[in-house]
């Protein structure tokens, strides 16, 4: 069983930057697709990005397309998310998650990923 804590989130300013942190704490970290997730009040959690096992491939929401990088460091076993511009929408719980399986698509649905963070509040403020 693999273990994800996430951290970093807090209350910013329209505009600001604010890069979260996930890390898993199992061996097999580079073996995983990894992903963030984010939820909002009311509303259904929806996919962030993703990144593939070496990193050389992401996956982006287009609402967060030029402004939200997804990277890894396997040797530290964490994943981060970089996300600047940040606007009173990206207000939400953000998860990692972890995609355990074999195929190298990197999954959109919820579904598709086998381990969870307990989540970070990301709080922006205009």
């Known amino acids: 069983q693999e273990q994800l804590v996430e951290s970093g989130g807090r209350l910013v300013q329209t505009g600001d930057s604010l890069r979260l942190s996930c890390e898993a704490s199992?061996?097999?970290?580079?073996?995983?697709?990894m992903g963030w997730f984010r939820q909002a009040p009311g509303k259904e959690r929806e996919f962030v990005a993703g990144i593939s096992r070496g990193g050389g491939t992401t996956n982006y929401a287009d609402s967060v397309k030029g402004r939200f990088t997804i990277s890894r460091d396997n040797a530290k076993s964490t994943v981060y998310l970089q996300m600047d511009s940040l606007q009173t929408e990206d207000t939400a719980i953000y998860y990692c998650?972890?995609?355990?399986?074999?195929?190298?698509?990197?999954?959109?649905?919820?579904?598709?990923?086998?381990?969870w963070g307990q989540g970070t509040q990301v709080t922006v403020s205009s």
């Open positions: 998650a972890a995609d355990r399986s074999l195929v190298g698509v990197i999954s959109e649905w919820s579904d598709g990923y086998d381990y």
């Open positions: 199992g061996r097999s970290f580079s073996s995983y697709i």
